[in-house]
């Protein structure tokens, strides 16, 4: 129904209501008229009394509530709505008493099976009768609700990639500075050609170096994030041991814990750990977990990799004596362009896409992977796989 439908449905009701009052001695003997609102109204309209009972209700009740008429009528209304709003309604029901017409009242009535129906109301006294007439909204209500919790996570996903790229440009722009300072240096040959010039040259080409590398890093995750979002991503699933997997990672990783005095603890394995998945991709989940461990480890702290069958899944964990996460951060971290604390995105480098790039590439395999941690305690990090990939098992059986 339109709005100037529904405002004719009111004056019209305004009207009845008026004469009913003024000629009825009998709240249930209907004027022609009046009974005609009554039957055809697709809004739900009620008649009740001063003490809050029901006189009259028309079908709509029945169509949106599913009672009929004789098992409201004669009951008091309080009885219907919901418990966490009785007190409110039975305080509107009273203002109605003062103002004599309100409108805007919204609350949940009981359905015959139970469940509950968001009405709104408008409401008019006339005499010792109040007239009512009241839609269902909880469609509206819901549809609602979703779009503010939608326009909320776009408003949170525009400010977590204005984080980002702040905090992007920054990690681009200090290994670029970097490159650019010491290629300037080596190809100006600003310490001279003596032999300690060339030693000072040579170590600069290495600072040129880790630079490029921490550049194809944070490109490679951005990449990557960019390739799962957009489905263009293939896993190559294979048969391989996950234990040798986690060893060559921690190869990897090894010379960054060495640099920053944690220790890597030998790869604790129970039961056969082969899996069926894609190689690369899972070491990439493996050696993020571990430079995270590292990155937010101090000096003289430990990692623990451990590795085991259970139940027709491999599940690896890596755990770290670090700084921690606070509990309200340990889901968000996985999203996309969000770093946790910003006050930690701004004092250790990185995306903040590697986290989200994991959870991506474990589900891709049909696993999960979360995190439990407690500040200045430690995190770690679990993740499982099925022993035997979808792709594989199809595979098997065509042949």
């Known amino acids: 129904m339109g709005a100037a439908a529904r405002l004719g449905l009111e004056f019209a009701l305004h009207v009845q209501m008026s004469q009913h009052a003024s ?45 009929r008429a004789d098992e409201l009528e004669g009951r008091p209304m309080l009885s219907f709505i919901h418990p966490d709003d009785v007190a409110t309604s039975h305080a509107q029901m009273q203002r109605i008493e ?35 007439i009241a839609r269902d909204v909880t469609e509206r209500l819901a549809i609602e609700a979703e779009m503010a919790e939608a326009k909320a996570a776009v408003e949170a996903a525009s400010r977590a990639k204005s ?22 240096v080596i190809r100006d040959q600003v310490l001279g050609d003596a032999p300690s010039a060339w030693v000072k040259y040579k170590e600069y080409a290495g600072s040129i170096y880790a630079s490029g ?33 986690v060893r060559d990672s921690i190869m990897l990783v090894r010379p960054q814990a060495e640099r920053a005095k944690v220790s890597i603890l030998p790869v604790d394995v129970a039961g056969d750990v082969t899996v069926g998945a894609d190689m690369r991709a899972i070491k990439q989940v493996i050696v993020n977990l571990l430079a995270n461990a590292v990155k937010f480890t101090p000096g003289g702290g430990e990692i623990e990799v451990r590795c085991r ?3 027709g899944a491999v599940h690896v964990e890596v755990r770290d004596s670090g700084i921690g996460i606070a509990e309200e951060l340990l889901e968000s971290v996985f999203e996309a362009f969000h770093q946790g604390d910003a006050k930690l995105a701004r004092r250790y480098d990185g995306t903040g ?25 430690g ?6 796989l099925p022993k035997r990939n979808r792709a594989i098992a199809g595979a098997e059986r065509a042949a």
């Not at 003062?98 to 006294?125: F, H, P, T």
Request: hydrophobic share 40%; glycine share 8%; aromatic share 10%.
């Open 213 to 245: 590398a921490h550049l194809l890093s944070l490109i490679s995750e951005v990449l990557d994030l960019s390739k799962i979002e957009s489905g263009g991503y293939r896993l190559y699933i294979e048969q391989f041991d996950m234990q040798a997997v």
């Open 379 to 384: 995190t770690t990090a679990f993740f499982h």
């Open 309 to 311: 069958e259970e139940e």
């Open 98 to 132: 003062i103002e004599r017409d309100v409108k805007g009242i919204i609350n949940r009535y009981r359905c015959r099976d139970g469940s509950y129906r968001y009405l709104e109301w408008r409401a008019r006294q006339e005499g010792g009768l109040v007239y009512g």
């Open 353 to 377: 896409l590697g986290l989200s790039v994991c959870r991506r590439l474990v589900e891709m395999h049909g696993g999960r992977i979360r995190l439990e941690s407690a500040p200045n305690i």
């Open 23 to 67: 000629v009825c001695t009998d709240p249930m003997a209907l004027t022609p008229d009046f009974e005609t609102f009554f039957t055809a109204s697709l809004d739900l309209l009620v008649i009740r009394d001063a003490e809050f009972k029901i006189v009259k209700v028309n079908q709509a009740w029945e169509k949106v509530l599913g009672y």
């Open 163 to 184: 984080e980002f790229l702040a905090n992007m440009s920054h990690e681009l722009r200090t290994p670029l500075n970097a490159i650019l300072g010491f290629s300037e």
